[in-house]
């Protein structure tokens, strides 16, 4: 079966070392769900050819388009382009629309090490950005966005307007039972529906006036009023506490 | 060679579908820097045995110490003591002390699904958890932590006190160059000192004061200093902008 939706790959020593915290994969993670691109992982992972070269791979397994943070740079931490190329076995290649851009741009200031950020695995595209002179880098749909959150941001903007999603269908029932209590019947409703996704969520905050949200979600409206249908009938009366 | 430091699978749909923002992964890697536990990887992975099965038997090639986050519980999207013990070969048994801790507190309102929770991989380790009557669940430095933040925190020191680490020496640089003007610099001492670790942050806010943030760290204080030495040496005067 052709993988569907979309992985993550999010590089950089900075944040497995808490100097940063990783505002990338949240802000992804939200954005893939606004659009409708199921998203199957997120790695961090350190700026170490071989364990991106893995997880680029094991990403494009799960998923059709994979998005990589981080790593791209002229610094010696700078090493995306290489394991992308690496799990692609494509070859890294200085592309001459990018030198292009980069010589103009650094004008009298231009060292060697600045047109390191020509580089690209053979066969990459550049998609334009608007209102900014570094184009985004994609091959075979993997996406490689620079680690800084303004400029992901703005680049994964660019790369969403050519992809494709299916909005989810969401219920949610607030309950006033515990886990233990509901879980016979959510089982069954799980297993009989299997391409309905049903979550539980156990809530330990005494302030609140549940126990346990359930979730209940498929891109199908039809199928999740079934399995809410189900659910309540299931229940005991008044378990139901809230419902959206 | 034995793997080292530390790995972290974080389990949950709910997370990879927008539904609820991850602060374990964050948590986990701050505490573990503070403690001096280096932490190789973090794995965001959704509700499905076969995922989290990969990701464990990974996390366990990469560190000494996994940490899994999620998926305890009893509803049917808990899997995480099935996938730990299929990642480990090891067979899923019910603990009788689990049993009797689950009873005693139930009561009368005991239901089969309950007793879900008293279920490990075979040669499980409880770790007793002052002012809580769950334990944590361990097993062959696999140690699975609950999703729900405060009792993830709460399980995470119970855990961190039997583990022993070697706290980081950092020191920062802040320079007034671009990268592409201090990558030479920053790679010779990369490569001529592969056991400090040097990291560069460009900065593309015009407010700060510097372009570059340069980290350089390791366990021992002797080789940070020689390596942040050798990088004023090589960078043009007046580049360091700043010292921490």
């Known amino acids: 079966m052709e993988p569907t939706g979309a992985a993550a790959v999010i590089i950089g020593n900075e944040i497995l070392t808490a100097k940063v915290v ?8 939200r954005r893939l769900r606004e ?15 071989d364990v991106i070269v893995e997880s680029v791979a094991r990403a494009r397994l799960r998923a059709k ?4 943070s981080g790593g791209i740079g002229p610094t010696h931490d700078d090493v995306t382009v290489r394991a992308v190329a690496l799990a692609l076995g494509r070859r890294v290649v200085r592309l001459p629309e990018m030198v292009e851009l980069i010589t103009s741009r650094a004008k ?6 600045a047109l390191r950020l020509a580089d690209a695995p053979e066969g990459a595209e550049l998609i334009a ?3 900014t002179w570094f184009p985004v880098l994609a091959v075979d749909d993997v996406y490689m966005l ?3 959150p303004q400029l992901f941001r703005a680049q994964l903007e660019a790369v969403l307007t050519r992809l494709s999603g299916t909005p989810v269908y969401l219920r949610v029932l607030y309950l006033g039972l515990g886990e233990s209590a509901i879980a016979a019947v959510l089982d069954k409703v799980a297993m009989d529906m299997p391409h309905v996704a049903v979550g539980s969520y156990p809530m330990f905050d005494r302030s609140l006036d549940y126990m346990v949200k359930v979730t209940v979600e498929c891109v199908d409206q039809g199928p999740v009023e079934d399995a ?11 378990a139901v506490v809230r419902a959206e």
């Open 22 to 29: 990783d505002e990338n994969g949240p802000h992804l993670i």
């Open 35 to 49: 659009v409708g691109i199921p998203l199957r992982s997120v790695e961090l992972v350190p700026d170490e050819v």
């Open 65 to 68: 388009y994979v998005f990589t």
């Open 108 to 113: 009298d200031a231009l060292t060697a090490e």
């Open 129 to 131: 950005q608007p209102g």
């Open 146 to 148: 620079p680690g800084v």
């Open 228 to 238: 809410v249908a189900r659910i309540r009938k299931g229940l005991p009366e008044g």
